[in-house]
């Protein structure tokens, strides 16, 4: 199977976004970037920030759309086609809900969740197949409580949990790079003790 070309974080731009549950896609490239000393630049023609990065050898385009997440689509279509990088080739990080805080899941394919970011990107793709890591954020209990829970903070041990997860999906993401997705999920699905 190909490796991985591009790998998009999902979230909402501004700073009033920035450390929402909903933006732990965002959380984890710029924790990608920052490991690989990368800076995100704004790309108008492809409707959010990119940058450049090097993993496991392969050169490994950052994207994070700044369409705000129901339009996310918009952003990682342009940039498909900008790169000419097959859908197969790239890795949407994302928050998720049916995961606990701690845990993150590499996923190929499958429906949105009522994810509206992935929502998007399946409208205009026509499908689903690409890889996701989906970061979980843990669920608040009752579907009336969905929105204000996504998009607020969590607290202090979900917000330590989250990271903890996004580092270990780094350190199985350059697995994945190369091409090695069941290497990869056994690496992250196996619990590991902390």
Not at 65 to 94: C, D, Q
Not at 165 to 187: E, H, K, Y
């Amino acid at each position: 199977m190909a490796g991985l070309r591009l790998i998009v974080g999902l979230g909402n731009p501004g700073p009033e976004h920035t450390r929402t549950r909903h933006n732990a896609g965002f959380w984890f490239v710029d924790a990608l970037a920052e490991r690989e000393r990368a800076r995100f630049g704004l790309e108008s023609k492809l409707f959010g920030e990119t940058a450049k990065v090097e993993i496991a050898g392969q050169p490994v385009w950052l994207l994070k759309p700044a369409t705000f997440m129901n339009l996310s689509g918009k952003s990682i279509a342009a940039a498909l086609r900008y790169w000419k990088i097959e859908p197969e080739e790239m890795l949407v990080a994302h928050d998720e809900l049916d995961l606990s805080p701690g845990v993150a899941r590499l996923k190929f394919d499958g429906g949105h969740g009522g994810q509206n970011g992935l929502r998007d990107t399946m409208r205009l793709l026509g499908h689903g197949k690409f890889h996701r890591l989906r970061v979980g954020i843990g669920h608040p209990g009752h579907k009336d409580k969905v929105t204000p829970w996504v998009l607020g903070r969590p607290g202090k041990d979900d917000e330590a949990s989250i990271l903890r997860a996004i580092d270990d999906a780094l350190d199985a993401l350059p697995i994945a790079v190369a091409g090695n997705f069941m290497d990869a999920m056994t690496r992250l699905h196996t619990p590991r003790p902390h």
